[in-house]
């Protein structure tokens, strides 16, 4: 998964997500302070897992247990699948 960056003065604070493949993909998620930008970053993050086709039909999970806990706060958009809420 990512790191996060810290923006040049003046510029927003940003943190860069990135999940290898099968989901594949990379974001730049950019905040007004660098805390903003961890919060929308893992909104971002959970919007990405718990709405991936991995994860409805099981094949993702950590410590053997697939399509329950990712141990990441959900978006209000996936409680009906995902454990609970951001």
């Given at each position: 998964?990512?790191?996060?960056?810290?923006?040049?003065?003046?510029?927003?604070?940003?943190?860069?997500?990135?999940?290898?493949?099968?989901?594949?993909?990379?974001?730049?998620?950019?905040?007004?302070?660098?805390?903003?930008?961890?919060?929308?970053?893992?909104?971002?993050?959970?919007?990405?897992?718990?709405?991936?086709?991995?994860?409805?039909?099981?094949?993702?999970?950590?410590?053997?247990?697939?399509?329950g806990n990712l141990f990441i706060p959900a978006p209000a958009e996936f409680l009906k699948d995902a454990p609970y809420p951001f």
């Amino acid at each position: 998964m990512g790191g996060c960056t810290r923006g040049q003065v003046g510029y927003p604070d940003l943190i860069t997500i990135e999940i290898d493949a099968p989901i594949d993909v990379k974001r730049t998620i950019y905040g007004a302070s660098s805390m903003q930008a961890l919060v929308l970053g893992l909104k971002t993050l959970a919007s990405y897992l718990y709405g991936s086709d991995e994860y409805r039909e099981k094949r993702l999970g950590i410590g053997g247990e697939f399509g329950g806990n990712l141990f990441i706060p959900a978006p209000a958009e996936f409680l009906k699948d995902a454990p609970y809420p951001f």
